[in-house]
Each structure stands twice: as structure tokens, then as C-alpha cells.
């Protein structure tokens, strides 16, 4: 798995000098402690400047804890410098946001108050990548949803990305690797473990590769997404005059650029690019008519063939 992790490296080019600082989001678990390890045997020949961070959410008691000090005495083990953040990740749950999205939040966060000036690379695995995969398509996904998870994304990296749950156990054995296991991954009643546990497994019997086979399809699919991105980002730059939009050069686009020129200029302006918003401004943009509120302050609308997309009815008046 070390030859493995150190293609991925130089595949995707995730350390882009030497030396360079990494520091590693350690949760205790074997996928974490596994990318930990397999960088700490890689960090002389890449130039490793190696630490971890680690985030106690505070949502299992006394397991949480033990995470927490597991966490600091492999660390200790190894000479690692360690960061850690212990937060009650409940008391900042909303109405409108899940216990597992806020920990998230607070995670990414905690990566950026790390700085700047390293890499943060997480576990996410081959496992992971198609169980995201499958869950977007069965939620309806564009293309990008097919995409799954990156190897990498501004100062996140994954070099575990090609790496099966059962390869990280294997390697786990084989350096004598203690992990924690988190107690709500055996239960079902969340839709990741749901697959996790009762779909990937049929699936498997029909692919035995099918996490190699995800992998293969989701680089495939991303090369083509950004090419389309791309087509779709001049296409919008040619349309574009001082904030205004010429719906008679958009509306010659084809459908599948349109609606991701329309995508960016919606998220440009704080627009909230949904399947509704989206199909109801190309609507417009075709028909050369009409408006939608997709939400307070929030519009989009023709005007002698321009398009306009603000977030401010008052300064749309204005114009």
C-alpha cells in the first residue's frame, strides 16, 4: 500500500515542492492512522515535514475522549506534532443543518486556522469515493456528482484515494497498527452506512473490482467536467458586459452549457444553484422573457434582451 500511496503522490502531483509541510487529519481510525503511517514511512524521500490535527467532537461521551487520547499518545509514539480542537459540535447544530454537516463545517475550519503554508491531507479512500458516487446518483446528480472526491483540492489533499477499506486493514496488520473504531459506522440508519453495509457488499459479488472500477469511471467523468467547465467559462465571458448578460448569445448555446453558464452566474450572485433555479433561468433565457424570486432579494430577469442577476431588488430598479 506504501507504493500505492506514493503513486498517487506523484500521479496527481500533491506535493508540489520539497520540503513541504503536511499535516495529517487524524480521527484514530484505521484509514486515518493508516495514511499517518504510510506518510510517516514516505516523509524522508517526498521531504515530508509531517504533522496531524485531530477534532474531539464530543458526540459519543467517553468514546469521543478515547479517541482524543489515542490520538495523542501515537503521536507521541511517533514524534509527531499534534493539533488538536475539542468542541461540543451539538450546540452548533441548526434547524436546517445535520450534526454530521456542522461537524464537517467545524472541521474545515479548524484546517484553515492551521495556515496556509501546509497541505491537509485527509483519508478519504477508495471505499469512500464510491459510496459518495452511488449516494449522489441515487440523489440525482449532474455529472459532477459522478466525479466523486477529488485527490485533490486547493491545500486538501487524499493520497489514500486509490486505496480499498480492506488494503488500509492489510496494511494496518502488517505494521502492527492500532485504530479506534467509531461505534455509529456499524449501525445502518444512515444512508452512507446503509450502502456501506447491505448494497456495496451485492454489488461487489457482481464486481469484485468495483471499487477500482468506480475509481477509473470517476477520473474519466471529472476529466470531462472540467473540460465542459471550461467551454462553459469562455462561453460565459463572451456573453458578459458590464455585469449584464446578452441572452441572444446565450440562448444559441447548447443545453448542456447553458445551464452551466447559468450555474456560475447564479452562484456568482448568491443565487442558490438548485435544479428549480437553474432550469427556470434557462427557461427565461430562451423564451427572452420573465422572472423568478428564487428566494428574498434574490432575482433574475430580462431586460431589452440583457439578463440581469442580482441580489438587491433596489439596485435592479436602479439600472
Known amino acids: 500500500m506504501k507504493d500505492k500511496v506514493r503513486n498517487t503522490i506523484l500521479e496527481f502531483d500533491m506535493i508540489p515542492q520539497k520540503p513541504c509541510k503536511v499535516t495529517v487529519a487524524l480521527s484514530g481510525g484505521a484509514d486515518s492512522v493508516a ?9 524522508d524521500e517526498l521531504g515530508l515535514s509531517l504533522s ?7 458526540l459519543r461521551g ?7 487520547l489515542f490520538v495523542r499518545r501515537l503521536c507521541r509514539m511517533l514524534d509527531i506534532p499534534l493539533y488538536v480542537r475539542n468542541i461540543r459540535v451539538s450546540d452548533y447544530a441548526g434547524k ?19 495556515g496556509t503554508d501546509r497541505l491537509i491531507a485527509t483519508a478519504h479512500t477508495a471505499s469512500d469515493n464510491c459510496e459518495t458516487v452511488l449516494i449522489n446518483l441515487i440523489r440525482g446528480t449532474a455529472l459532477s456528482g459522478l466525479c466523486g472526491i477529488p485527490p485533490k483540492r486547493d491545500n486538501v489533499i487524499r493520497p489514500l484515494i486509490d486505496c480499498t477499506r480492506e488494503e ?38 457482481i464486481n469484485p473490482s468495483l471499487m477500482a472500477s468506480v475509481g477509473r469511471m470517476s477520473h474519466s467523468v471529472a476529466l470531462d467536467d472540467k473540460y465542459l467547465d471550461k467551454i462553459a467559462c469562455e462561453e460565459k465571458k463572451k456573453a458578459e458586459k ?26 456568482e450572485n448568491g443565487i442558490p444553484t438548485n435544479a428549480l433555479n437553474i432550469t427556470k433561468t434557462v427557461q427565461i433565457i430562451r423564451d427572452g422573457k420573465g422572472k423568478i424570486n428564487p428566494c428574498q432579494f434574490k432575482f433574475v430577469q430580462i431586460r431589452k434582451k440583457h439578463l440581469f442577476v442580482v441580489t438587491d431588488e433596489t439596485k435592479f430598479r436602479k439600472i
Open 96 to 114: 436546517h443543518e445535520s450534526i454530521e454537516l456542522v461537524a464537517r463545517r467545524i472541521r474545515y475550519d479548524f484546517f484553515s486556522e492551521l
Open 242 to 267: 458590464d455585469s449584464k448578460y446578452s441572452v441572444l448569445a446565450l440562448c444559441d448555446l447548447d443545453e448542456c452549457i447553458l445551464r452551466r453558464v447559468v450555474s456560475m452566474i447564479l452562484d
Open 35 to 43: 495514511l499517518l503511517y504510510s506518510l510517516y514511512l514516505l516523509k
Open 168 to 205: 488500509i486493514e492489510g496494511f494496518c496488520r502488517k505494521y502492527s497498527l492500532g485504530y479506534v473504531t467509531d461505534s455509529t459506522n456499524l449501525s445502518d440508519d444512515y444512508t452512507r452506512n446503509k450502502l456501506r453495509l447491505n448494497v456495496i457488499p451485492v454489488l461487489k459479488k
Open 62 to 68: 467517553e468514546e469521543s475522549d478515547g479517541d482524543e
Open 52 to 58: 496531524a490535527c485531530h477534532v474531539n467532537h464530543n
